[in-house]
């Protein structure tokens, strides 16, 4: 495997202190945003449904003709556990050593797992489906087309659920998906024509709402009552260390904490889609 950059590091690292905080907190499986339904009222304690609803989704899509299933960023293996239980046979990819070390306990010998990112994967096997659940935005999109195309049986499909950038003007506070124009314009050269799509924005921005909730309610004020802290004991090292890192810090505090991190800024700037193509 090709030595993982910086941005890869802390993506991976990012998305196991996500899992690990989510799941002891509030019962989280997966690490996806999760489909809110009209009906299901927004709690963060029905976080842990509203994923289990959008792995629901995923699997209400599988054309009927798919056995097969390669799961392309499959995070901690639920939405494969959930297939293997409907009849799938699935093997899972994913860079992340911890994340897949959760797959091996939740999985065991059900599921072949790929520890590699899928721009560098190595097979012989081919598939009846290619699933990117909320993955597709970390993946280099030529590599992805060029891969699947290669690694789908005749007739095969690709399903792409992920968050894609509109071209609207204005920063977002949001980072996170392929430019849609780009995704467009790649996509209509490729040996794959579209089958099914779905609009799924307004399900999952309800997310965004409450990861703001917490940040605003719960992360700030806990964050800021530990440098009080801090200060009261060693105000020339807080200080100190304040100043040394100031750009990370105000870096840090746009990215994650901006009071705009809302549900419906993510609708202005993000188009939330699940897109099943099948090979040509
Ligand atoms: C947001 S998680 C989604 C996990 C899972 N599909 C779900 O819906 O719960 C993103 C996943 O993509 C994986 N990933 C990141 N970069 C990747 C790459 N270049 N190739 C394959 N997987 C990648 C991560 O390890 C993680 O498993």
Redesign the pocket.
């Known amino acids: 495997m090709t030595k993982k950059s910086k941005k890869?590091v802390s993506?991976?690292i990012g998305?196991e202190v996500g899992y690990l905080c989510g799941n002891y907190f509030l019962k989280m499986n997966?690490?996806?945003y999760g489909y809110w339904k009209d009906n299901l009222e927004l709690d963060i304690t029905n976080l842990h449904i509203a994923?289990d609803e959008?792995a629901e989704l995923i699997v209400s899509h599988i054309p009927q003709s798919v056995k097969t299933i390669l799961?392309?960023?499959?995070?901690?293996g639920?939405?494969d556990k959930l297939l293997i239980d409907r009849g799938y046979k699935v093997d899972c990819?994913?860079?992340?050593n911890y994340?897949n070390n959760k797959i091996r306990e939740l999985l065991g010998d059900k599921t072949n797992i790929y520890e590699?990112?899928?721009?560098d994967l190595q097979t012989e096997k081919k598939y009846d489906m290619i699933q990117?659940?909320?993955?597709f935005q970390?993946?280099?999109m030529e590599k992805a087309f060029s891969n699947t195309h290669k690694f789908l049986n005749k007739d095969g499909y690709m399903l792409i659920c992920d968050i894609f950038k509109k071209d609207v003007p204005g920063k977002c506070a949001f980072s996170g998906g392929h430019r849609l124009t780009r995704f467009d314009d790649m996509i209509k050269d490729k040996p794959f024509k579209l089958i099914d799509s779905l609009d799924i924005t307004e399900q999952t921005a309800p997310n965004m709402d409450l990861m703001n909730d917490v940040v605003q309610n719960v992360l700030r004020p806990a964050i800021d009552a530990g440098v009080r802290f801090s200060e009261s004991r060693q105000a020339t090292i807080v200080k100190f260390v304040k100043w040394l890192y100031r750009k990370k810090i105000e870096k840090l505090k746009r990215k994650y904490c901006s009071e705009n991190r809302t549900g419906e800024e993510f609708k202005k700037h993000k188009l939330y889609q699940l897109l099943l193509f099948q090979k040509v």
């Open positions: 890869e993506r991976e998305l997966h690490l996806h994923q959008y799961d392309v960023g499959c995070g901690t639920q939405i990819l994913s860079p992340s994340l590699s990112t899928y721009e990117f659940c909320e993955s970390y993946i280099d």
